[in-house]
């Protein structure tokens, strides 16, 4: 008799994989890209990105998009940006990231190469579609070394 349970419990377990992400927060995206080894462009504009019908799949993949806006300084998001993105999707076992609809972001672009690469990871840690003035004004507060931290999940 124990033998049957014992058996179901390890076949449900197995099954019962699921990726957790925390609420992506662009003042933790923030941290992180502080903490890298890499230099990291945090740009806020109009995304265009390739059709949602090129990007479909579950599989790494990367595609050429462009951002036309700014980038941020001391200043704020004084910089003029107008370039190419290399739009990279990557995938934690099953899960991927994917690519949004053409639209207004705020973007955290990795500098390793000629093209910035903005990871699409199946967290959306890296990319934030639509931001709103209050999240921009806090990525200006984290550039002047004010108070940068990830707000509680609510």
Known sequence: MKLPVILATLLTATQAQALSCM????????DQA???????????????????STTSGTTPMSLLGTITGHGLTAE????????????????????????????????FARVDGATPV??????????????????????????QGGACSAQAVQ
Do not use: H, K, N
């Open 118 to 143: 903005i990871e699409l990871d199946a967290c959306s840690s890296w990319l934030f579609t639509a931001p709103d003035q209050a999240t921009l004004d806090r990525m200006t507060t984290c550039m």
């Open 34 to 52: 502080s903490a890298s080894e890499f230099p990291y462009l945090v740009l806020t504009g109009i995304l265009t990105a390739p059709p949602a």
């Open 76 to 107: 704020g998001f004084s910089a003029p940006y107008d370039g190419d993105v290399v739009l990279q999707v990557t995938c934690a076992g099953p899960w991927c990231g994917s690519v949004p609809a053409s639209g207004p972001v705020l973007a």
């Open 23 to 30: 609420r992506p927060d662009a003042a933790a995206s923030f």
